[in-house]
């Protein structure tokens, strides 16, 4: 079992940036790959990055490719996702999930466990 809890999100506005950043209470965190999805209003939730258990493995969804980074400190047992030029439809509520496997995976029901969310907001 493995808890999560993310923090770091909020309002901004367009071409911002906010860093969010997931804890987890387990030590053994570093068998754990873990993705960020999110969810926006009205619609499915869907994968946005993932980190492998290690770090040297990352994916991205292509729609924030090139904008978002994932990145993890197993010493502090947090994976970190970066968002820059923030775009009004990156609103949403963005979740971290792990799962006990090697590499992240796109699909939500793969992940076990998932933190509450934390809400980001971008105006225009």
């Known amino acids: 079992q493995v808890q999560l809890v993310e923090s770091g999100g909020g309002s901004v506005q367009a071409g911002g940036s906010l860093r969010l950043s997931c804890v987890a209470s387990?030590?053994?965190?570093?068998?754990?790959?873990v993705g960020w999805f999110r969810q926006a209003p009205g619609k499915e939730r869907e994968f946005v990055a993932g980190?492998?258990?290690?770090?040297?493995?990352?994916d991205y969804a292509e729609s924030w490719k090139g904008r978002f980074t994932i990145s993890r400190d197993n010493a502090k047992n947090t994976v970190d996702l970066q968002m820059n030029s923030l775009k009004p439809e990156d609103t949403a509520v963005y979740y971290c999930?792990?799962?006990?496997?090697?590499?992240?995976?796109?699909?939500?029901?793969?992940?076990?466990?998932w933190g509450q969310g934390t809400q980001v907001t971008v105006s225009s």
């Open positions: 980190v492998s258990r290690s770090g040297g493995i990352t």
């Open positions: 999930a792990a799962r006990p496997t090697g590499v992240p995976v796109t699909t939500p029901r793969e992940y076990p466990y």
């Open positions: 387990r030590r053994t965190f570093s068998n754990y790959a």
